[in-house]
């Protein structure tokens, strides 16, 4: 079964400090990674899309890494604000369907950063 | 929320009773996706679209049905809510099949009591 699980699930830091949330998965066939933030009553927003070959990339204050071989991504915020305070999910695409990629998402690490 | 309005934003209903829930988009886009979000749980599929009139189920389709007549608006309808279906449903289009980017609407906070 495909999974995708997020660690920790919820987090505090104080503003301007950095934080890495973490993402394993058993998705395969393996298409792409994502990572999206969802503020509190909004719907997801993408910031990072990597496929198999791309191990980084960056978006921002927000950096994303991919190891394809041990099936772990990590989402690094550097000098957080009081605006990422949020949830950061992780999605991983299996391939395509008849309805484009198909979709594992995780449960999302709840961030929260204080003054 | 690029150009998709989710109607309505809340609602709260009885069990039994028929609920329609409408996205609209304003982009053109192909695919349309219904989700919901539960406390736990990834956001999980339920219906979507690949064109008008075609659709197909996901993978917790059970209780729903969809509709889509124009481009521009899909529908979910729950012919007989039941609290089980208390949830947050979240509209999403992307253009292509092959494309990576999938963008979300507001959300609808569904409560059936």
């Known amino acids: 079964k495909n999974q995708v699980e997020q660690s920790p699930q919820s987090l505090i830091i104080l503003e301007g400090k950095n934080c890495t949330l973490q993402?394993?998965?058993?998705?395969?066939?393996?298409?792409?990674l994502r990572w999206y933030k969802q503020d509190t009553g909004r719907g997801p927003v993408s910031l990072t899309i990597?496929?198999?070959?791309?191990n980084t990339k960056s978006n921002g204050r927000y950096t994303a890494t991919l190891d394809a071989d041990t099936k772990q991504s990590s989402l690094h915020i550097t000098a957080s604000q009081l605006s990422d305070s949020a949830s950061y999910i992780c999605?991983?695409?299996?391939?395509?369907?008849?309805?484009?990629?198909?979709?594992?998402f995780g449960t999302g690490t709840q961030l929260k950063v204080e003054l | 929320d690029a150009g998709i309005t989710q109607s309505p934003r809340h609602k709260v209903t009885e069990t039994g009773t028929p609920v329609t829930l409408r996205c609209h988009q304003t982009?053109?886009?192909?695919?349309m996706y219904w989700y919901r979000q539960d406390p736990g749980h990834g956001l999980r599929l339920i219906h979507y679209s690949y064109g008008v009139k075609d659709t197909d189920k996901g993978e917790v389709s059970d209780g729903y049905s969809v509709s889509r007549s124009k481009t521009e608006d899909f529908l979910l309808t729950l012919e007989s809510a039941t609290s089980s279906q208390t949830s947050v449903y979240f509209c999403?289009?992307?253009?292509?099949?092959?494309?990576?980017?999938?963008?979300f609407g507001p959300g609808t906070r569904l409560t059936v009591t």
């Open positions: 990597m496929t198999f070959s791309e």
């Open positions: 982009e053109n886009h192909r695919y």
């Open positions: 999403a289009i992307t253009d292509s099949i092959g494309a990576y980017e999938q963008y």
């Open positions: 993402c394993n998965y058993t998705v395969s066939p393996f298409s792409n």
């Open positions: 999605v991983v695409s299996g391939g395509l369907t008849g309805g484009g990629n198909k979709l594992t």
